[in-house]
């Protein structure tokens, strides 16, 4: 198992692996005294959210919500570009020529794909750090206060929010993805209309959401719809946190 497998904890965690994520890293925990000995601290982290009320937060918040930080999954990289064929009818000078024309594009689009890549991870790597920071900023904030209510079906909601900040951090961690190709949605309500705060992908059952202009919201909604979410909400809520 090699070093990146030490970086799926949190996701391990929260349950936002897939199967083949899970079965390697239950194969890397079986030798890794270090690994076991975090997802059992991270584990009583997340266990301790929860009090019903507002309260001035626990320690173990911001540990809990940073390790759960990044567990968006990466696009895979795009496929490869099939080589054209030669026409057979054509003499050996033109299919040397063209094998080596086709040789030099294919190379170019590979650099190209390559370079791309680097700046969508680059853009991704910045997006993460600024979104960490902004994490840190709002929990770290003197007025920070942390509201939690259980979720049907299982599992918590949790809001941390700070009034000098002007943000919160909503923070979903459900026992089980909804069923079918269902998703579960955030919303924050605004003047008494649902503001989506977006949608998690199918089958993942966690997520850590910076919200900016929390003061205005009066409630943090979660309800349960459509791959790539609704524009307003189609079922009931599953969880509302009121914040007032």
């Not at 994520?21 to 890794?32: G, K, Q, W």
């Not at 997340?46 to 937060?57: C, E, H, I, T």
């Not at 909804?178 to 209309?193: E, F, K, N």
């Amino acid at each position: 198992m090699t070093a990146d497998a030490h970086a799926l904890i949190g996701a391990y965690v929260l349950d936002a692996v897939d199967d083949l994520e899970r079965a390697s890293f239950e194969r890397h925990l079986r030798d890794c005294e270090v690994c076991r000995g975090e997802v059992d601290e991270l584990r009583e982290s997340a266990a301790r959210l929860a009090d019903g009320a507002w309260s001035v937060p626990p320690p173990s918040l911001r540990a809990n919500v940073m390790a759960a930080i990044g567990t968006t999954r990466q696009l895979p990289p795009p496929a490869p570009v099939a080589p054209v064929a030669a026409p057979r009818d054509r003499s050996r000078r033109r299919l040397v020529a063209v094998a080596a024309a086709a040789v030099v594009l294919a190379a170019g689009g590979v650099f190209a794909v390559q370079e791309q890549r680097v700046r969508d991870e680059r853009a991704t790597a910045e997006s993460a750090r600024a979104g960490e920071a902004r994490v840190r900023a709002v929990l770290a904030a003197p007025d920070l206060r942390v509201r939690e209510q259980t979720l049907t079906g299982g599992g918590r909601v949790t809001v941390a929010m700070s009034r000098t900040e002007n943000a919160g951090v909503i923070i979903l961690a459900a026992d089980a993805a909804p069923p079918g190709d269902r998703v579960y949605q955030l919303w924050t309500i605004r003047a008494q209309v649902p503001v989506s705060e977006g949608p998690l992908e199918p089958g993942q059952t966690a997520k850590v959401q910076i919200v900016e202009g929390m003061d205005q919201a009066s409630d943090v909604g979660v309800t349960v719809e459509p791959p790539g979410g609704s524009r307003a909400p189609t079922t009931p809520l599953v969880a509302d946190v009121k914040l007032a």
